[in-house]
């Protein structure tokens, strides 16, 4: 029997050791978990569906026995069907934490009726918005904006992100994926006008998502261009982080750190996930089971 217990001694008995930092107290601590990815089926290759209940109620205990100010689920709560939502959100309702979900592509796997309800089954009331904590803007965004799964099949916005995957196809674009998807131009204008007013208040900006943006890879968002330019742009903005890619990832690029978390559905036994202690000067992530640790330095 592989319950929340068992999960939770395997994750500590791989746990990376946290870096260590002088300053003891962060100003902003999160509890950070990708791709959960839950579904009542059977494993397929390296995904174990049905066992990401009792790693998540595992990692809801570690996160309760922490000061958190905020969990974030990156996307893919589950893998497909409207049931899925009501199983795996059961550890979820013994955190003492507020959390935020983000939207990932599976979360979007359901019938073309239910897809518009998504946002309430995961108690968005809107698709992306953020935060301010601890000399911080914490922004979530919808990286499934414009996609191919978000809406209803015949609906318009569907047929937009069709053309726009096929123009990207049409350059050679690895990225020109199903699975993925980009931010459009609404959000972006709101993402812009978001950073303008988080740097006039002296706020450090860190962006997450679903999708990825770099490095280069066939999970990336479409318009992955776009956003590394807009975040070399905008000072305030710090770090990326989101899931999507399953095996996890990592660069920085002008100053900016981009982080990948690996997903929690892969492999039978090790879990994923991790707290990001977020400092004046820095994020330092302490990952669990495939999670690595790492910190990231602001630039100056």
């Known amino acids: 029997m592989h319950d929340r217990r068992s999960f939770l001694a395997a994750s500590t008995a791989v746990a990376v050791a946290p870096l260590v930092y002088a300053q003891s107290k962060p100003l902003v601590r999160l509890g950070l978990v990708a791709d959960a990815q839950y579904a009542d089926i059977d494993p397929l290759g390296s995904r174990h569906y049905r066992r990401s209940v009792g790693k998540l109620g595992a990692a809801v205990e570690d996160f309760n026995k922490r000061e958190l100010d905020l969990c974030v689920h990156l996307g893919d709560l589950i893998d497909r069907k409207w049931e899925s939502f009501d199983e795996i959100k059961k550890p979820l309702a013994g955190l003492r934490h507020p959390i935020c979900h983000l939207f990932g592509n599976h979360d979007f796997d359901v019938l073309d009726e239910q897809k ?129 890619n399953h095996q996890g990832n990592f660069g920085t690029k002008a100053g900016v750190a981009y982080v990948t978390l690996e997903g929690m559905v892969e492999t039978a036994e090790t879990t994923a996930y991790s707290v990001a202690d977020l400092y004046a000067d820095r994020i330092v992530l302490t990952g669990v089971g495939r999670v690595p640790s790492r910190e990231l330095v602001f630039r100056s």
């Open 116 to 244: 518009e309800k998504v946002p309430g089954q995961m108690g968005l009331e809107k698709r992306y918005s953020y935060t301010d904590k601890g000399g911080f803007r914490l922004v979530f965004l919808d990286t499934t904006d414009v996609s191919t799964y978000a809406h209803a099949l015949r609906d318009a916005r569907t047929f937009q992100a069709v053309r726009q995957m096929n123009a990207l196809e049409g350059q050679g674009r690895p990225h020109a994926q199903p699975w993925n998807s980009a931010v459009g131009p609404e959000q972006m204008a709101w993402l812009r006008a978001a950073c303008v007013e988080a740097a006039g208040k002296g706020l450090k900006v860190v962006l997450f998502g679903h999708h990825p943006v770099y490095p280069a890879n066939t999970h990336n968002l479409w318009n992955d261009q776009e956003m590394m330019g807009f975040a070399e742009a905008n000072r305030n903005v710090v770090a990326w982080i989101n899931g999507h």
